[in-house]
């Protein structure tokens, strides 16, 4: 086979690919419907119209073409569902949780520039590095409180005490057990004044 051949043979296999790949494409093009029920798709879409995200990261994860993405900003129950779900982030302030987070990424920077600038006085850079320290923080000290239940039975000679938090963890093994006299709790009990921690 002369290089001539050998050329046209690979001429006709790249069409082929070519054609194969269109046909794929074609194939794979979004369904409508399911992509509103599809929550993970919707929420996306929402972090992208927040800011959050990016075009082209939300284009990369779902194989979007420029046709594909364009249709889908044409869908007004898609469009509806995605803007049900902004509000509902704003309400519950996950928008507001993420963007700070966000921006606060920015901080350590500022701070940096403010501490090693030869003209800031001493007491912006003590305070920039006082922050900069509360930032570098990850332990007990820089937890995030937590809602808590504290119920408290005075029964004359004991007091039961309980104190646990509304979510429980994985670690919260140590609980009553509903029983016909004590419906409904699931929280350990302390007993003041006696061994301090035997459940009922």
């Known amino acids: 086979m002369n290089a001539?051949?050998?050329?046209?043979?690979?001429?006709?296999?790249?069409?082929?690919?070519?054609?194969?790949?269109?046909?794929?494409?074609?194939?794979?093009?979004?369904?409508?419907?399911?992509?509103?029920?599809?929550?993970?798709?919707?929420?996306?879409?929402?972090?992208?119209?927040?800011?959050?995200?990016?075009?082209?990261?939300?284009?990369?994860?779902?194989?979007?073409?420029?046709?594909?993405?364009?249709?889908?900003?044409?869908?007004?129950?898609?469009?509806?569902?995605?803007?049900?779900?902004?509000?509902?982030?704003?309400?519950?302030?996950?928008?507001?949780?993420?963007?700070?987070?966000?921006?606060?990424?920015?901080?350590?920077?500022?701070?940096?520039?403010?501490?090693?600038?030869?003209?800031?006085s001493p007491k912006h850079k003590v305070d920039a590095i006082k922050t900069l320290d509360v930032l570098a923080a990850n332990g007990p000290q820089a937890a995030q409180e937590e809602d808590r239940v504290i119920v408290t039975i005075n029964l004359g000679s004991d007091v039961l005490r309980f104190d646990k938090a509304v979510k429980p963890t994985p670690a919260d093994t140590n609980t009553i057990d509903a029983t016909p006299g004590l419906p409904g709790f699931m929280i350990p009990a302390r007993k003041g004044g006696n061994d301090g921690g035997q459940s009922l």
């Open 4 to 120: 001539q051949d050998e050329i046209e043979r690979l001429k006709r296999e790249v069409e082929r690919l070519r054609k194969a790949l269109g046909e794929r494409q074609q194939l794979s093009a979004p369904n409508l419907p399911s992509l509103r029920d599809n929550y993970e798709f919707v929420l996306d879409c929402a972090r992208y119209s927040e800011g959050l995200a990016t075009e082209a990261a939300v284009r990369k994860k779902y194989h979007f073409d420029e046709r594909t993405w364009e249709s889908l900003g044409k869908d007004d129950a898609l469009v509806e569902r995605i803007e049900e779900e902004k509000l509902r982030r704003v309400r519950d302030g996950s928008f507001k949780r993420e963007r700070s987070q966000q921006l606060v990424t920015k901080a350590p920077d500022i701070l940096d520039t403010i501490m090693t600038d030869t003209k800031t």
